[in-house]
């Protein structure tokens, strides 16, 4: 089974700032893997920033659920809102920064605050631009191997068993202690299955997999 392809995206959170005439741009970009992780970020900055004149939201992300495709194929979501500006002006240009650089996984949240010139739509649609590109600089761009969200349930006595394993395999996870320990990890979709197998055997099939 082929592995699915790297992708490009940004390394990190960011944010870049430049003012137009009067009106300020914040461009803040970050990286997400799902729709849902996407609208919260956009939802965070327009909290924020809630007393700016506009919150333009641009993002690609992978829709739906992962494991019912094959490897390698992805459909992005692909998503932007003027906010209020004119139409064209803002959400579309955001987006195509992302298209033109040709990275995912990625959200752009631009903030305006209106300083009293009209930029008009030309006007607009540069200073979007910019700030998504600004942002994405500042964040700058790496090449990333897909990952998948895996959800463990084990006993307590089997808790430290599982830590370990996912640990030396080297995956970003947070575990919850409850009435059972439950993990939440972030696997690189080619080493899944191998990580799943270890984790069976080493706890002879007791540790709940998702």
Same mark, same amino acid.
């Given at each position: 089974?082929? #592995?699915?392809?790297?992708?490009?995206?940004? &390394? %990190?959170?960011?944010?870049?700032?430049?003012?137009?005439?009067?009106? @300020?741009?914040?461009?803040?970009?970050?990286?997400?893997?799902?729709?849902?992780?996407? %609208?919260?970020?956009?939802?965070?900055? @327009?909290?924020?920033?809630?007393?700016?004149?506009?919150?333009?939201?641009?993002?690609?992300?992978?829709?739906?659920?992962?494991?019912?495709?094959?490897?390698?194929?992805?459909?992005?979501?692909? /998503?932007?809102?003027?906010?209020?500006?004119?139409?064209?002006?803002? !959400?579309?240009?955001?987006? #195509?920064? *992302?298209?033109?650089?040709?990275?995912? #996984?990625?959200?752009?949240?631009?903030?305006? /605050?209106?300083?009293?010139?009209?930029?008009?739509?030309? !006007?607009?649609?540069?200073?979007?631009?910019?700030?998504?590109?600004?942002?994405?600089?500042?964040? !700058?761009?790496?090449?990333?191997?897909?990952?998948?969200?895996?959800? *463990?349930?084990?006993?307590?006595?089997?808790?430290?068993?599982?830590?370990?394993?996912?640990?030396?395999?080297?995956?970003?996870?947070?575990?919850?202690?409850?009435?059972?320990?439950?993990?939440?990890?972030?696997?690189?979709? &080619?080493?899944?299955?191998?990580? @799943?197998?270890?984790?069976?055997?080493?706890?002879?099939?007791?540790?709940?997999?998702?």
């Amino acid at each position: 089974m082929a #592995n699915p392809e790297p992708y490009r995206t940004v &390394a %990190e959170r960011a944010t870049a700032e430049f003012t137009v005439q009067g009106s @300020r741009f914040l461009g803040h970009v970050a990286p997400v893997d799902t729709v849902a992780e996407a %609208e919260a970020v956009v939802d965070e900055v @327009r909290a924020e920033f809630d007393d700016a004149t506009h919150n333009v939201p641009a993002y690609r992300v992978p829709a739906g659920d992962a494991g019912s495709r094959s490897p390698g194929e992805v459909l992005l979501r692909e /998503y932007a809102s003027d906010d209020g500006e004119p139409t064209g002006s803002a !959400g579309k240009p955001a987006l #195509n920064v *992302l298209q033109q650089r040709e990275i995912r #996984n990625v959200v752009a949240v631009v903030t305006r /605050y209106y300083g009293g010139t009209n930029l008009g739509v030309g !006007g607009l649609a540069r200073a979007y631009s910019r700030a998504v590109k600004e942002g994405v600089d500042a964040a !700058g761009v790496v090449e990333e191997a897909p990952h998948e969200r895996v959800v *463990l349930t084990a006993t307590y006595d089997d808790s430290g068993t599982v830590r370990g394993i996912l640990e030396s395999a080297g995956v970003e996870f947070e575990a919850d202690y409850d009435a059972e320990v439950s993990f939440v990890a972030r696997v690189p979709v &080619a080493d899944a299955a191998g990580l @799943r197998d270890r984790l069976r055997s080493a706890t002879s099939g007791r540790v709940g997999i998702e």
